[in-house]
């Protein structure tokens, strides 16, 4: 099958604001591709950071940022490529006019595209996840590569994300993963918002918590997601189902957790709490460091008092308790 390669070229500030107009299109499926990701990769604040990166990366180091989509080579295609330009142009024109904020830039704001077939993108991302330690103890690891425990104390997450969103490698996911098991416990029952490849809910899993609920509304990540739970041998203890929070959800759990983006955080931190036993924790990533204050704001003024943030990179997580 052909594709349609949509390629939007930005600032990485930019990144976030074109992921949340094309949230807001009904389009979850995008590759970012972020020449800062390769310098923090680079500066190795831990020794377990890596310890070699093929050369192919460091090529992307000078990069633009983009953010890329593949739409089928038809004419709903075309639309939704046309659909994409059009949203780029008028979150461009509000750029230009100030609306949020001076100085700040999104880059050059233009869309390129280009018909490739799909043999010539589907995979190629694999060749970049490699095995990877994101905590102290927990690694994770594709499916397609091989790993051999370091120590007694190393647990191993395998995941292949398909479609879905997250190869546990990114900073808000390592957050989100230090939280959890500095706030979870062993009995707790935890609910785990925008499960994408599972990989939060079978963190909890190892951890050794056995109520665990992961929902998506993402059909695509709800199946990739229940593949890798039987994958890693959580099934028993590891449910995942369709479904927003905001609707249809009834479950109440001692932990909830959600790594997504800063405003779908801040529009869900009203819904939390519904889901929340009286005290429990509220995790949230996603978040970029500039707009901390606005998202813990936001989950203050929802009941909640927030009790640690935590830092890296240009990302953050927010741990808050139901007061």
């Keep these: 099958m052909n594709y349609i390669e949509t390629k939007i070229y930005t600032s990485r500030t930019g990144i976030e604001h074109i992921l949340n107009v094309l949230s807001e299109m009904g389009i979850e499926d995008a590759v970012i591709e972020d020449p800062s990701d390769i310098e923090e990769l680079m500066d190795k604040k831990h020794s377990y950071d890596w310890d070699y990166v093929d050369a192919r990366v460091m090529e992307q180091i000078h990069e633009?940022?983009?953010?890329?989509?593949?739409?089928?080579?038809?004419?709903?295609?075309?639309k939704g490529v046309q659909s994409v330009k059009q949203a780029v142009a008028e979150l461009k024109k509000r750029m230009d006019m100030g609306a949020f904020g001076q100085p700040l830039s999104f880059g050059r704001m233009e869309v390129e595209t280009k018909r490739v077939r799909d043999e010539e993108w589907k995979d190629k991302w694999k060749e970049f996840f490699k095995p990877a330690k994101?905590?102290?103890?927990?690694?994770?690891?594709?499916?397609?590569?091989?790993?051999?425990?370091?120590?007694?104390?190393?647990?191993?997450?395998?995941?292949?994300?398909?479609?879905?969103?997250g190869t546990g490698t990114h900073e808000t996911t390592t957050l989100c993963i230090r939280l959890m098991e500095k706030y979870g416990r062993e009995g707790d029952a935890v609910l785990d918002v925008g499960c994408g490849s599972g990989i939060l809910s079978i963190a909890a899993a190892l951890m050794g918590i056995r109520n665990i609920l992961g929902v998506d509304i993402d059909p695509i990540a709800v199946e990739v997601s229940k593949e890798n739970v039987a994958l890693n041998g959580f099934a028993d203890r590891v449910t995942i189902q369709y479904g927003d929070l905001t609707k249809g959800i009834d479950y109440r759990a001692d932990v909830v957790v959600a790594n997504l983006m800063a405003d779908l955080v801040m529009m869900l931190s009203c819904d939390v709490a519904k889901h929340l036993k009286d005290g429990g924790i509220f995790i949230s990533s996603g978040i970029l460091i500039e707009k901390e204050g606005q998202v813990s704001e936001a989950i203050r003024k929802n009941g909640f008092e927030v009790i640690e943030i935590a830092e890296q990179g240009d990302w953050c997580a927010i741990a808050a308790r139901l007061k």
């Design 64 to 78: 633009e940022p983009a953010v890329i989509l593949y739409m089928e080579d038809s004419p709903d295609g075309e």
């Design 134 to 165: 994101i905590t102290d103890r927990i690694v994770v690891k594709p499916t397609w590569e091989t790993y051999e425990k370091q120590s007694e104390e190393e647990q191993i997450i395998e995941i292949d994300p398909g479609m879905a969103f």
